[in-house]
């Protein structure tokens, strides 16, 4: 809000008035559901199901605060940290008592300042709302309540919206103006509309605890009207939204864009009917021995923060004090602007847009320590224009259960550097689990360089585990896990799954200097790689994968190892007729050590179970493939246009001896021996140990 138009009384008049609209339809408060888990080979390996859920946070309306400027007492929670206590029971001011607010309530040709504690109790409008530290606002939880603002809603004391039963709260800004954006960091601006928590202020979103996605229990067909899960979901209502991913292999059209938007019209157990037939099949997919259906999200939740579909708003925090946001659903944020440019596409020309910098559907910018403890649990952020989830240079949040869907830009991701030069700004022991990263688009498609659905980059103790990234689309170098170059951080990452994305399911394009371990990850059916690991050098253990039909292959590996080689170990990959080869090598920039592929099956390619194709004008393979079945066509081939191997190992799962390849011809696993026997390799003979899923 703009310091110089504040006043000392509680309003003051401002332009614009707005219909504040039907109130959003009621949902409901559930139990909570169990994760499903599957094990490879004796590691944890990837989720199955949606993610569990936590129950409500603690009731904090019993602590009484102190009271403002108007002298009454408040009786809602306070933050931790807040106001002196008051006598217990001394009720919050109402909203729409006249006598609080000098004869009338305020409506939308006002901005109205809280220095006291108000519960709003009705439906209103108004022009902007400034809440100074030591007062308060809280939504009654007994009740469908809508604050419409056509102004900044700024937070320096605490706002509550917490509701109770089946009840909804929704904060609106349905007046934005996205060309007036100025974009920035810390300053609050008029011209920049939206929600923002700032100095000490606190914000509680708690809606209704629902399990935030689950997975088909089976094949879906076009046509179909119900949906079996593999559990029964806690929560879910008749009006819920849902949406459906794409499962379709890679030479199907529209293969990661195939998804249904469907309402809920009955649940029943573990079985939902929708309101309309599906469009679009969602099979089944076995990988691994264990057979995967689309994940179903359900994007409504009984807590909103929204813009509108022509004028999208924003949430900045800034304030020292961590939130606690559960359980609600962040619509129509993140602002874009022209650019000037056009793109001609099949629909003619169109305008190009850029995200508005600093201005993301969720930002936590620049916290540093500030924000340990916050949580932000079974959120969802939908149709945004930029960012989903921001914790930029701020450490200690923990992401569980949240979903991007339909948003613009990297969803999970923060501020990276201005150029390869320098480094990325780390933030510190983020946790991802059991998040979804589903639909990041970024318009013109073409231009999408490098698009991901989580971007995992500078800091130290993040972790990654369960999570989801799934039709994202993009050009060279799109993926759904990144590590992006020039932002190293060491990530604890486990049991992670990738398909349908347009492009990769992993892309690596880092030169590390720490040792990295990515452990049970799945991709399949996604347009590019299972795993394409650059850039230069770097050292990478990948254990226990499975990459199973993507298009253009299993594992494409551009890097060499910098210090102990990087090892992809213990992997399934099943190109399923999709690819010629199931690994491949790619041009190495610089010499480094040895990249081993070991104690893996390939099979299902149509050519190669490996293609070494480094090329000349860069360094040539060093690549040792030891203990793999490599399945029943050609072993490896020798791409003519390579340069002659450093190395190139071959012992085939169940032989004692290495040998070394001579360039120039195919090698067929009947007949491995084509250079002279290599004494000692790193690794001892040993028989596959690939990965399998269970539910």
Known sequence: MDERTRS?????????????????RRVADPARRRILGWLAAGT?????????????????????????ASGRTGGHAGPPGGPSPQPAGAPPRRWSDPAGWGGAPPGPDRTVRITDHVELDTDATV?????????????????????????????????????????????????????RFQGGAMTVLASDTGLWVTGAGYLRLDGAAKTAWARAAGPLEAGDGTVTLAAAPAG???????ALAPTEPPDRDGFSEHYDLRTVRAVQGATVTLDAPLEHPHPLVTVGGAALGAEVLNLTRSVRIEGTAQGRAHVHLTSSRPCDLRHAALRWLGPRTATGETWRSAQGDTPVTAPVLGRYALHFHQLGDSSRGTVVEGVVVRDAGNHAFVPHASHGIAFRACVSHDTWEDAYWWDGPVDTRTPQVPSDDLVYEGCVASRAVLDPNPRAYRLTGFSLGAGRGGSVRDCVAVGVQGATGASGYEWPENSEGVWTFERCLAHNNLQDGIFVWLNAQQQHTVTGFVGYHNGGWGIEHGAYLNDFDYRAAVLHGNAAGGVLIHALGRDRGTTFDGLLIDAAGQSDYAVATARHVLAGEQVTVSRSRLTGYRRAAVAAAATRDGA???????????????????DPAAPAPTG??????GQSTTRNLAPGGATPPATPAVGPSVPTVDLPPGAPATARLTA
């Open 127 to 179: 022009a902007g709302l400034l809440i100074e530290p030591g007062g308060s606002l809280s939504f009654a939880a007994d009740r469908d309540l809508t604050l419409q603002s056509t102004g900044n809603v700024e937070v320096r004391g605490a706002l509550l919206l917490a509701p109770g039963g089946e009840h909804t709260h929704c904060l609106r800004f349905p007046a934005v103006d996205e060309r």
């Open 620 to 638: 040539p393979d060093d690549l040792a493939v030891l203990d793999c079945d490599l399945g029943d066509g050609q072993a490896i081939w020798l």
């Open 44 to 68: 944890v390996a990837g989720a199955l199901g949606g993610a569990a859920l936590l129950g409500k946070m603690p009731d904090l309306r019993h602590i009484t605060t102190s009271g403002g």
């Open 8 to 24: 000392q009384g509680p309003e003051w008049p401002a332009d614009g008035t707005k219909d504040p609209g039907p109130p959003p």
């Open 648 to 653: 190139l190992l071959l012992r085939p799962a």
């Open 236 to 242: 879910w209502l008749p009006g819920d939204e849902l």
